[in-house]
């Protein structure tokens, strides 16, 4: 049944070259833009991962079995008795009212910034932050400065919109500030994206004293800072860095979700957007769907209202830490000399560099067949290459789980080696 | 509290310039396609109409009071104790297999239409699809062929990716044929977008033998033909005509919501992607906000299999075709002569057109004043123009309601009139 992998693997991270054989006119119509935009090699890949008695490290989800469900059916049975039609019929295209003051009103307590409601726009998950972002700012062909290894999502994002990718490399501490630096002069590139929080995919968290740094460099230049938080509440060691949305205001937008925090399926993100963006991301906002999900959007916020999220997301903290380090564990006991891996003090990932010159994507092939899989470093950036790094997910797998698959992934990597030398 | 109505209505349907002057260097930061795009003129009336004693003919909006909401509670708490933390988990970008064979299942058996469920994919209201298929196919200055008048959202979506637009004029029995092909062959647009049934804004229907001939007139050209279907559902006379998935499949794409046949909130939609393109919108899709919410997706499904939909839609297609006829006859009785209007055979929406020369902007002003509001015509032409025609919305206000409305507007035309005499 795995007959197919390595065709499918072959495909991934390509520019899509589908059906350009066919004989069909409709074969000539398409944009330029949509050709260079990756598919996302991450969910072909997961197609795959949950097929089998494979034991997954690829995924990116949170842990279903802690999502809180009966709170949530209580609370939609109580958005439907209080605002029943009201909750059904179209909405603002802004978002939910009560949500974006939850939402400022959280910034406010948690992290000190003095967040508007009026700024606040609610969206499709982060990811549909970054389209907005997008269309708003860039001009095909203008440039994004990011991190490396960087998010796919926002690659694949940006792609849509013909950006000209700069990748700017990851310390343990963050992101390279000399070479951001170097970066936003030689490109002059409008927006600048980074998880500063437990980076999908590297789980690696900026300094405040890095923060410091690139908030002076970006303020040197016309540059948006896009500072996506998905993972930010999921800190489980560690102190909380303060937000650019603090050392940059007029500059930062800020990206949050509820899909690690709550659930996904709701598809619930927000925007924090300076005042001089806002009404135009509202425009592109309205041409793109005219609104989000309102009765997801009650739902949550009769959620919010009735229940502590913080007593939520310290449970969530406890899993994931748990488990995370039981995974950084088990890879010392068992992954050869020369192998490295990130030690995340919070989020759902962390990421492992084999030797110099052993690919990930030679491994991912070996552990599927010893049955366990990860998300090979390829799709995080943005030139196609053969990278010797890969991702792993410890958010949906317990700790004795995490311990078998490790064991494999050990093997795998022993096995690749020897073949090597 | 109007007095800052028409400075709204100045600003309003204009290239958006809020924000210039303020000297901050964020402002020189947007793209060129952001700059001209038109804000929802709709949404910035409905705003206003919803805020006082006005009787509003100007909103887009279903009937709340016939929203099935008992039916969707009972549906929701199947859909947790059926599926609980699966409907909550991330889900593929492609949509819920069981809606999208519903959807298929329905074309097949309501329309005889061979739609394969593979074909479809579930986007934000069907307003999404327009963004997905303009980002697909559309390069930056292409052309678009629309109706005249037009749909507002997707002349929006358009402008995003500066389509170039030519409008086709539309007759009582659908558009001009004629000027449709001189548009083609002129153009060579990429995309022809209609909505054949009870058109918004107009009302209007293609009949059976316009449909022929624009099937007949697209094939020839390197024309992808959208077709926007979300009235379809609510025919109250007349007879169904085919649909172009029917008469043009290999060039067709049909949009699809249950917006207006369930309810509005859930911001489900489809579309029907010929096969040629079916991958590059699903790519298109996952840049986008990587699928659409799951949860609803869910609910609709449940709902769809434990009530007929067609008994709930029978209940709207009497609802609303009656309120049509009270609309027409009090017209027919106050409308002073050389004043004309459609007369729809289903859908929300009917269109008045005022003597040459005579503006729906400031009959807008008047009719405010006496607390009556609708669409003035201009958004739904491309190109800014004072026209002297309007949309008047039937589905959510009551017959009693409606003569009242309908006897306000035409005190406010007669005024009009005499100060133009």
Sequence with gaps: MWGYVPYLLRKANQKITLNILKINSMQ???????????????????????????????GGLPNR???????LQASTNKVFENFGRQALQYAESEGLPQLREFIANEYRTKKGIDVD?????ITNGSQQGLDLLAKTILNEGEDVVLEEPGYLGAIQSFSVFKARFTQV??????????ALDKALEKTRAKLFYCVPNFQNPSGITYSTKVREKV???????????????????????????????????????????????VVPAFRLGWMVLPDAIYERVIVAKQAADLHTNSFSQYIVAQFLQDYPLSNHIELIRKVYGDQCKAMIASIKECFPKGVHCTEPEGGMFLWVTLPDGISSM??????????????????????ARNVSSFRLNFSCVDEATIRIGVKRLADSIDELLKMKR
Tied chains: 1, 2.
Excluded at 223 to 247: A, H, Q
């Design 28 to 58: 000539n119509i398409f944009s330029d833009r949509i050709a260079d935009v990756p598919r996302s090699f991450i969910r072909d890949i997961l197609k795959i991962a949950v097929q089998s008695d494979v034991i997954s490290f690829a």
């Design 65 to 71: 079995n802690l999502f809180p469900v009966e709170q």
């Design 117 to 121: 409601p009026n700024r606040v726009l």
């Design 169 to 178: 490399k990851m310390n343990e501490d963050g992101i390279d500030c000399d």
């Design 215 to 261: 908030a002076g460099i970006v303020d040197k230049y016309l540059t948006l800072l896009i500072e996506d938080d998905p993972y930010g509440e999921l800190r489980f060691s560690g102190n909380v860095e303060p937000s650019f949305g603090k050392l940059l205001p007029h500059k930062t937008v800020m990206l949050g979700s509820f899909s690690k925090t």
């Design 362 to 383: 030679e491994l991912f092939e070996i552990a599927l067949k010893n049955k366990v899989a990860f998300v090979p470093g390829n799709p995080f950036y943005a030139d």
